[in-house]
Structure formats: C-alpha cells, structure tokens
C-alpha cells in the first residue's frame, strides 16, 4: 500500500490540502483520521467504493487511485486524449 499512501501524500503536498479539507472534498465519507493514516502509510485495504470518494478527496481520477490500489481498472472517457504542453518563447527575436 506504499502506492496508495504516496498518491495521498503526494496530493495533499500538490494541492496544499489538510487531510480536513480532503476528508470535507469526500463529502466526509473518509473521516479525517483514515485521511491522516492512509499518509503516513498505515493502509491495509482499499476497497471499491472507497476508491470514488479518494479520488474526489484528492482531486484525481478514480482510475488513478483504482491503479495504485491495485483494483480492476474502470473505462475513463478522459483515456484517450492527446494532451501537450502549449509553451510559447519569450524573449528576443532573431
């Protein structure tokens, strides 16, 4: 469960979140302590639909959390789009 407890680490750091706001952002399905334990890295089990309510907790996808949870993974609609950066020069002209 290392990788479930480094997305929620990582998240919490990324968002500047508190596990409180986390815990409100489930619609308080995952109490603030669970929120701190899975942190730290005390997760035993993450079920289904746990999985959901983490996603919108730490403002990521539910296929994210499902893949490091090690859970089936579900169709996402947001899969197959190309992304790139759109970076634009500033500076001199040549």
Request: net charge positive; glycine share 8%.
């Amino acid at each position: 469960m290392a990788d479930v407890s480094d997305l929620v680490r990582r998240r919490l750091w990324e968002l500047r979140r508190s596990p409180e706001v986390a815990s409100q952002r489930s619609r308080w399905v995952i109490p603030v302590q669970v929120v701190e334990r899975l942190a730290r890295g005390g997760a035993s089990f993450i079920s289904e639909g746990f999985a959901g309510p983490l996603a919108r907790a730490l403002d990521t996808t539910e296929s994210r959390v499902r893949r490091v949870a090690g859970l089936p993974a579900i169709p996402d609609p947001r899969a197959g789009i190309e992304t790139r950066p759109d970076l634009r020069v500033v500076g001199s002209d040549r």
